[in-house]
């Protein structure tokens, strides 16, 4: 019989600051997310018709690139922490390369939801036109920072790489950066379907 | 001309082979499976079929989602279970009210 060895890992990956972040940011978005979804019980014709203004082809768009551009970030951790079969210069090289692809995509991302956002001004939607569009701009907007944090973090773990900063033995920077990215993937995840689809 | 390696490390390097080439395989599955659900999610709202089974069936999909993002991007998966937990106790317990919202009667 074939029995694989599970050895679990004592820390989760990454310095263990970023995990009281993480912690701390999916009990804030956590309270948000609860919010909206209680507050749509007050009124929910309100939310449905609201809703219709919203641009779903978008936020399918923006979902399909946050989880791309993770793959993307999982495959430049990969690269380096396999370094011991490779050279370390030819694994940050590849790691650089999965690190841009993500950025891109980040970038993209970031474009998209301002083209969205100018759709929705350009309707005269403001925070205060109602609580669906409070929700809908707080969230999104929030998760926008978040988006734009996380790119700027990709870019500086690049730069760090492509210095061939990074080794199977060192490679706690690059999943540091990586774990955020990943929360903002999660985030994004519920927020899609709770704003975007369900009605 | 002789090897250095010793018999230990060729298992090793086999192992690792392995292991490298099934975790890449299993990601790029994960990948696929969150394209899948995505997709799936979208066609819902597009066509408007989202009634109250379709939410309970979309927030299912979600925490599936969510928890591939939590075991194989975050890498989770293999870490202790007090730290692994958390982020999943969160999405069960977002997802859970989320459902409730949306399926306790209306006061």
């Known amino acids: 019989m074939n029995k694989t060895l599970s050895i ?90 999965w690190l841009l692809a993500a950025i891109l995509f980040g970038v993209l991302f970031l474009i998209n939801k301002l083209l969205e956002f100018s759709a929705i001004f350009e309707q005269g939607i403001t925070l205060s036109t109602n609580t669906f569009f409070m929700f809908y701009l707080l969230l999104t907007m929030f998760h926008f920072m978040h988006v734009s944090l996380g790119t700027v973090i990709l870019f500086n773990i690049r730069r760090r790489s492509k210095q061939d900063g990074y080794s199977a033995q060192d490679s706690r920077g690059i999943e540091t950066g990586a774990t955020y990215w990943h929360l903002v993937d999660l985030l994004w995840i519920v927020l899609f379907v709770l704003i975007y689809i369900i009605r | 001309m002789a090897s250095s390696r010793s018999p230990m490390d060729c298992a090793l390097c086999t192992y690792l082979h392995y292991k490298v080439n099934g975790m890449k395989k299993s990601i790029e599955g994960v990948w696929l ?75």
């Open chain 2, 33 to 107: 499976i969150l394209f899948i659900l995505t997709v799936f999610a979208f066609l819902l709202g597009k066509l408007e079929f989202v009634n109250s089974v379709m939410v309970g069936i979309l927030l299912l999909s979600t925490f599936i989602k969510g928890q591939l993002i939590i075991d194989y991007f975050m890498g989770l998966k293999n870490v202790q279970l007090k730290y692994s937990i958390i982020p999943t106790l969160w999405l069960i317990i977002v997802l859970s009210s989320i459902a409730a919202a949306y399926y306790l009667p209306a006061k």
């Open chain 1, 8 to 97: 679990k890992e004592p820390y989760p990956p990454g310095d263990f600051a970023i995990w009281i972040v993480v912690y701390i940011e999916l009990l804030t978005f956590g309270l948000m997310f609860i919010g909206y979804a209680f507050s749509r019980r007050a009124d929910i014709a309100l939310f449905n018709t609201s809703q219709l203004a919203l641009n779903q082809l978008s936020g399918f768009i923006d979902t399909l690139i946050l989880v791309t551009s993770s793959y993307f970030v999982v495959n430049a951790v990969n690269a380096v922490k396999n370094a011991r079969t490779q050279k370390i210069q030819a694994a940050n090289n590849l790691a650089s390369k």
